[in-house]
């Protein structure tokens, strides 16, 4: 019998805001749109991802959810694993905040007599007997997370989370960042065969803060590679109008950038014109090619280990 299939994205922040109605201009939605596997809502779900610009913080009950519809689903395909009380790894055991917040508060009943330290609760670890005992197998079910941006942060928690009951199968990374505090997604960790694409250094974009994701423990394959666009770009939204940059948007990709000289005369640059002269297509043209080339990687990769995508 052919393996069944759950098959989860998040989205990069501010997807409400710049997503296309149709979502042609998010890779991640159209991933999970394209997986000819079930129906969306039902064993496909796409979520968009955190609003809050500066902190990300409602990443964290975006996790929630998708572990939430992932448990869910795998109750319903296989209905004994509940009589086997196996559940997922909860949010405190991800999340470094809830753990310094947990911490204290033992800390400060301890003072008062009312804990001894062999109370503190500590966060439940992936180990290879957690790994050994799962109840399911990628023969099963194979659960594909894609994730762009801090959505590739939570899938990336997302598959530590589901450690108890199944291996990840495949994950998708569209240039994952760690810029929330209290999720660590540095290591990739329950995951058979990892896909990620980062934004080239060349490019600029977004310089001010790194990727995460990059450390593959017990992962029998991942493929990393990096494209000529921007953060957004990589997710399959960039801009190329500088009317449409924001204070603190992302102008890499414009083809010309405005400067004014010291008699206040203003020109008009070619943007990054060292990368131009190397690739030989001005800055939109570059960022255009690499957000395509950074999507079909992903997929390609995908397809590769039997991933019904077209």
């Known amino acids: ?33 394209d997986v000819h596997y079930g129906s969306m809502e039902i064993d496909r779900r796409w979520f968009h991802g955190p609003s809050n610009t500066v902190t990300g913080s409602d990443s964290v009950p975006i996790l929630q959810e998708a572990l939430d519809f992932i448990y869910q689903r795998i109750n319903m395909l296989f209905p004994a694993t509940r009589t086997r009380s196996i559940k997922p790894l909860e949010m405190f055991d991800v999340n470094s905040c809830m753990q ?49 941006s801090r959505g590739g942060l939570a899938v990336t928690a997302l598959a530590r989370m589901l450690s108890p009951l199944v291996r990840v199968y495949f994950m998708g990374l569209y240039d994952s960042v760690d810029r929330q505090g209290c999720l660590d997604g540095m ?44 953060h957004g770009g990589i997710g399959g939204s960039f801009i190329t109008d500088k009317k449409e940059v924001s204070m603190f948007g992302d102008s890499s990709c414009l083809p010309t950038i405005t ?9 008009e640059l070619i943007n990054n014109p060292a ?12 960022c255009t090619d690499g957000s395509t080339e950074a999507d079909q990687f992903i997929r390609t990769q995908a397809k590769k280990y039997g991933i019904p995508i077209s």
């Open 259 to 267: 400067t004014r000289t010291e008699e206040g005369e203003t020109l």
């Open 187 to 230: 290591n990739v960790e329950n995951v058979k065969y990892v896909a990620h694409a980062r934004r080239h250094p060349e490019v600029r974009s977004r310089s001010y803060f790194s990727n995460t994701s990059l450390k593959y423990i017990g992962v029998d394959h991942a493929e990393e590679r990096f494209f000529y666009t921007s």
């Open 275 to 286: 990368l131009v002269k190397k690739l030989g297509k001005k800055m939109d043209q570059v």
């Open 1 to 33: 019998m052919d393996a069944k299939y759950i098959v989860v994205g998040i989205d990069g922040t501010g997807s409400r805001e710049w997503m296309y109605q149709d979502g042609s201009n998010s890779s991640t939605f159209k991933f999970i749109r």
């Open 100 to 148: 310094s917040q947990e911490n204290q508060k033992m800390h400060a009943m301890e003072r008062r007599g009312y804990y001894q330290p062999q109370n503190l609760r500590q966060p439940v670890m992936v180990t290879q007997n957690m790994l050994a005992s799962q109840p399911l197998t990628t023969d099963d079910v194979r659960v594909v997370l894609i994730g762009h």
